[in-house]
């Protein structure tokens, strides 16, 4: 057994490992229920394609590029070893094994490039979308999480907090997803303002079940160990969950006198993804505030691209684009500087300078992603031709897989 070797916070990040890695099947079926029958399939494959794809890029330079060694100290992108080879089962990150780590890491870069396929749903050719998968983790992803998550990243060194993605994941995927609805158009149905019809339900709340078990694992084990910080996250990510379940039940009443399932997993979601980056550094009354605002805002979002012309399919701007900038934000007024961090809010008694940084790292992460993902989103639909035509949108993406039998 290696010097420093924590067997418990070891057996901990493993089954979070687990857990984030379900969250990409239950994302699978969130997504495949809300498209028409003749769709789900696809986005299916999408979700679980991301899994394989992404693996194998992870392990062959993608954990190099975000944990490797900065290059030139700038805190800008690493350069450790590309193919992972030099890592040993015996080295460690802090009290758990590299390979733990690494693979609790991993997770959370299938999800984010999972996510991004709702907002093209319907109107993507699976081809084009892997391509495109590829050059957007490699781009996008890998150079944003090292700014983030690693040590030497300069948004971490700048003192922005973000325990579990909140700007890698959430925000992140949701600029992505704007940035790709627009390179490729709105889709033929939304063009003819044709409302949406779930094809599942249960789809929608078994995928909302398998994503809300799996948020303890991505929230609680992003604290490297089975302590306090971790069931701090825990706790906060049930309430906040919990919180914009019923807050988006109740604006649904409010505005239409009646509750629907879809959006009470949607206000849920809402919650969850808030919380995400301010899991470990807010208490159970900041967790409430923020699960109720996200639900608010995000109820809001995603009616926005009908105001403005995008087509987002299955609101990942609305969703996961302001419920990130929210929980991003919310930790410059609501951390109480007794968790995960020392850094107090404004509204402990912290200074103003928290919030201002908490804001500027969204921008700065928001317009990189939506720039650098436009530009990859074009180039690959010129090349590959990513859009389907009029036709294969209405006859569905289903089509383009072969047969079963």
Known sequence: MPPGL??????????????????????????????????????????????????????GYGYGLVFGPDVGGAGVIGFGDLRFADITPTMLHGRVPTYAFALFQLT??????????????????????????VVWVTLVYFPIAHWVFDRQGWISRWGVLDFAGGLVVELNSGMAGLALALALGPGVRFRRKEPPRPSNVPFVMLGLGLLWFGWFGFNAGSAMADGGIAVNAFLTTMIAGAAGMLTWLVLEWLRYRHFTRLGSATGALAGLVAITPACAFVNAEGALVIGIVAAVVVSYAVTWKLVLGYDDTLDVV???????IVGTALIGLLATGVSATRTKGLLYGGSIEVLLKQLAAIVVVGLYSFVVTYLIGRVVDRLCRMRETEAEQLAGTDAQLGTED
Not at 13 to 19: E, K, N, W
Not at 32 to 38: E, I, L, P, S, T
Not at 42 to 48: I, Q, T
């Open 318 to 324: 609305g969703v996961h684009g302001a419920g990130g």
């Open 108 to 133: 959370f870069a299938i999800i984010t490039v999972a996510l991004i396929s709702g907002s093209v749903a319907g109107r993507t050719r699976l081809g084009p979308w892997i391509v495109f998968s």
């Open 6 to 59: 924590n067997t418990g916070d070891s057996a901990w990040v493993l089954v979070s490992a687990a857990m984030v890695l379900l969250m990409t099947p239950g994302l699978a079926f969130f997504y495949g229920g809300m498209v028409r029958a003749q769709n789900v399939l696809s986005m299916l494959f999408m979700s679980f394609v991301s899994i394989a794809l992404v693996t194998i890029l992870w392990f």
